[in-house]
C-alpha cells in the first residue's frame, strides 16, 4: 500500500529530525494531518471503498501511537 510507503518515509525523517534538534511537544503531528489529508479526506471526497479508508485510518492511528511514544535513545 502506499500508505505504508509514506509512513516509514515519516517515521525516517522525524527520527532523523528528532536525532538533531530533539523531541517537541507535537512530535509528528504535522505529518499525521498531511497523511489524514491525502489518504483519508481524499478518498472520501473520491469513493473509495470503506475498507480502504478504514484501513487508511487504522495505519494512520498506529502511527500517532507511534509519534507520541517515540524517545530517542
Known amino acids: ?3 505504508e510507503t509514506a509512513i516509514k518515509k515519516a517515521k525516517v525523517r522525524l527520527i532523523k529530525q528528532a536525532e538533531k ?3 517537541c511537544e ?3 503531528q504535522d505529518e ?3 497523511l489524514e489529508k491525502k489518504y483519508v479526506d481524499f478518498s472520501k ?3 473509495d471503498s470503506k475498507r480502504l479508508v478504514e484501513s487508511a485510518k487504522n495505519c494512520i492511528a498506529v502511527f500517532d501511537e507511534w509519534c507520541m511514544n517515540y524517545t530517542i535513545k
Open 1 to 3: 500500500m502506499f500508505i
Open 21 to 23: 534538534n530533539g523531541l
Open 45 to 47: 471526497v473520491f469513493g
Open 32 to 34: 499525521v494531518r498531511t
Open 26 to 28: 507535537n512530535f509528528g
